[in-house]
């Protein structure tokens, strides 16, 4: 079981420019066609642990993973739009591989959905905060710092405004 922080944390991007955020998922359109979607859903574990097993890739950090009834969405941070890019079209590279056996098998058929999209963030227009949660999220893939004095509103930790306003008491 992950440890928990008691307390109130906030990502730490140290000196990094920007941050990649990749949103990337699946949506099973119809489940009575498993041999449809199945090879979709089995092509993305292949891919994480090839990621994991080499950090110089890009990925900052094992996806946080999530499901809601037909969807399955990964939440993924990048070093960068180039690495993520990289990655993509490596020729070698277990994505490519999938991409191409979607477009030959699924494409057109709407069996199964795939999405993804990416957003590359200036540092400074990253604003964070864990209370009492285990290392989670961008924290997991940069720093995880308790929130200091001075950065205890979201406001406050973007630079919008001073903590001055903030309408509940911080801890």
């Not at 008691?6 to 920007?18: I, N, Q, S, V, Y």
């Not at 955020?21 to 199945?38: C, D, E, H, P, T």
């Not at 990925?59 to 690495?83: H, I, K, N």
Request: proline share 7%; hydrophobic share 45%.
């Amino acid at each position: 079981m992950a440890q928990v922080h008691p307390g109130r944390f906030m990502a730490d991007l140290g000196d990094r420019d920007e941050i990649v955020v990749f949103v990337i998922g699946m949506r099973i359109n119809r489940f009575w066609q498993f041999w449809r979607w199945l090879p979709v859903f089995a092509a993305m574990p292949k891919m994480i642990v090839e990621l994991c097993r080499d950090p110089s890739l890009g990925l900052l950090a094992r996806p946080s993973t999530f499901m809601s009834g037909r969807v399955f969405l990964l939440v993924q941070y990048w070093r960068s739009f180039e690495d993520l890019e990289r990655f993509a079209r490596a020729p070698q590279g277990s994505h490519l591989e999938a991409w191409r056996n979607f477009n030959r098998r699924i494409r057109d058929n709407g069996s199964v959905g795939i999405f993804h999209e990416t957003y590359r963030v200036p540092a400074g227009a990253v604003e964070t905060v864990y209370s009492n949660m285990p290392v989670f999220g961008l924290a997991a893939a940069t720093g995880h710092a308790p929130v200091r004095a001075g950065r205890h509103s979201a406001a406050a930790r973007l630079g919008v405004r001073p903590d001055g306003d903030a309408p509940v008491e911080p801890y």
